[in-house]
Nanobody, 123 residues
Framework: QVQLQESGPGLVKPSQTLSLTCTVSGGSITTNYYYWSWIRQPPGKGLEWIGYIAYSGSTYYSPSLKSRTSISRNTSKNQFTLQLSSVTPEDTAVYYC???????????????WGQGTQVTVSS
C-alpha cells in the first residue's frame, strides 16, 4: 500500500516562497513508470495540476505556473518537494501530492493521493 503525506507551513506571506514536501512510503519514487504530481484546489474551485517529477527525475510544469514552480526530489528519503515562488492570496488552496501513470485534473488520473494540506497566503 503506497502512502503519501504532505508537510509544510500552513501560512505563507505574500511574495514569499511556498515549500511543501511529500513523503512516500510503501513504494519508491524511482519505480518505472510513475509520475509524482502536485495538485491544488482553491476554495470553491476545481483541481489544478501544478507539475510533476517523473520516476526518471524529469520534470514538467503547468504552463500557467511554470515561471514560479520548481519540483525536486530526494531519493534517499523517498520525498519530493514543491517550491512555488512569489505567492499571492490567489495561491491559497489545499495542496495535494499524488501518484499516477500520467497527470491531469481529475481525481481518477491518480491512484494514490496524500490527504492534502491547507496553505493560506496572507500577511
Amino acid at each position: 500500500q503506497v502512502q503519501l503525506q504532505e508537510s509544510g507551513p500552513g501560512l505563507v506571506k505574500p511574495s514569499q516562497t511556498l515549500s511543501l514536501t511529500c513523503t512516500v512510503s510503501g513504494g519508491s519514487i524511482t519505480t518505472n513508470y510513475y509520475y509524482w504530481s502536485w495538485i491544488r484546489q482553491p476554495p470553491g474551485k476545481g483541481l489544478e495540476w501544478i507539475g510533476y517529477i517523473a520516476y526518471s527525475g524529469s520534470t514538467y510544469y503547468s504552463p500557467s505556473l511554470k515561471s514560479r514552480t520548481s519540483i525536486s526530489r530526494n531519493t534517499s528519503k523517498n520525498q519530493f518537494t514543491l517550491q512555488l515562488s512569489s505567492v499571492t492570496p490567489e495561491d491559497t488552496a489545499v495542496y495535494y501530492c499524488a501518484r499516477g501513470l500520467s497527470y491531469g485534473t481529475m481525481w481518477s488520473d491518480y491512484d494514490y493521493w496524500g490527504q492534502g494540506t491547507q496553505v493560506t497566503v496572507s500577511s
